[in-house]
């Protein structure tokens, strides 16, 4: 048997759904064979791997994640397109003014601005371990991440400039968190998913203000969840924005747009 083969064994009965992928991922992080070992254990254990190699892979990109930050998943790769999709209506003569709030380790701002010739980039977050880790991912591109809630993070001179605005805020109800796998509910920060007793707690607070802070033109993107969607645009209807819902069914994906005027794609 392998090493490759007895690890990913190993990771399968612990309940690892891609255990070889997972097995290879593990073998080419490590530098010593006490670390693999260690870092094995550690997925046996319930850690995510993304927590223990330090990466994730998002939209073809490696992401810095840390311990205590919510690890981007792939559907959230889709909200990426939209917002990208949305980013080449914007007028050419000037650099889009891109936001990332909730940004967690700052992936989804990240994966945005690779996609772009030309942007302002801010992110803001509430949880320091998570601040510090988006700036691994953010200030190499030359954007800028802000501790704090919400818009309370961001720079007033943003205010009415900004032409894509990010919110993958936490939206799982409160009494679901317990349902979710051992690896996010235990490992990653709850303030990252508990979204309230529906789940629209943060969808509500974002929405209630993006108007403010929207361009001419500017568009709100707020991932979701397929039952959620309804209450998500209802949330930025009820905020003054016009609101209209995507979806990816195979990747399990949803996102609400929320414009100041109407949109077409």
Not at 190 to 205: E, F, K, N, S, T
């Amino acid at each position: 048997m392998t090493r490759g083969t007895e690890i990913a064994t190993a990771l399968r009965a612990a309940g690892c759904v891609f255990a070889e992928d997972e097995a290879q991922v593990l073998i080419d992080s490590a530098t010593h064979p006490d670390e693999l070992n260690r870092m094995v254990e550690q997925r046996v254990q319930g850690l995510p791997l993304e927590h223990i190699v330090g990466w994730a892979d998002f939209c073809g990109k490696r992401m810095a994640v840390g311990p205590g930050v919510f690890v981007p998943r792939r559907r959230t790769e889709f909200l990426v397109r939209q917002a990208a999709m949305i980013a080449t209506l914007l007028p050419t003569e000037r650099p889009a003014v891109i936001v990332d709030l909730c940004c967690g380790s700052g992936a989804i701002g990240a994966a945005l601005s690779d996609q772009l010739a030309s942007y302002r980039l801010h992110a803001t977050d509430i949880e320091a371990a998570a601040v510090a880790c988006a700036r691994r991912n953010v200030e190499p591109r030359g954007g800028r991440v802000h501790q704090g809630d919400l818009y309370d993070a961001l720079p007033r001179e943003l205010m009415g400039r900004v032409d894509v605005l990010l919110a993958n805020a936490p939206y799982v109800p409160t009494g679901y968190i317990g349902l979710m796998p051992p690896e996010a509910r235990l490992h990653e920060p709850r303030v990252a998913l508990d979204g309230g007793a529906d789940g629209l707690d943060v969808q509500r607070r974002v929405a209630r203000d993006a108007a403010t802070w929207l361009a001419p033109g500017g568009v709100l993107l707020v991932e979701t969840s397929e039952t959620q969607a309804p209450g998500t645009a209802r949330a930025l209807a009820g905020a003054g924005l016009l609101a209209s819902t995507v979806a990816d069914e195979e990747l399990g994906a949803w996102v609400v747009l929320g414009s100041v005027r109407s949109i077409s794609f």
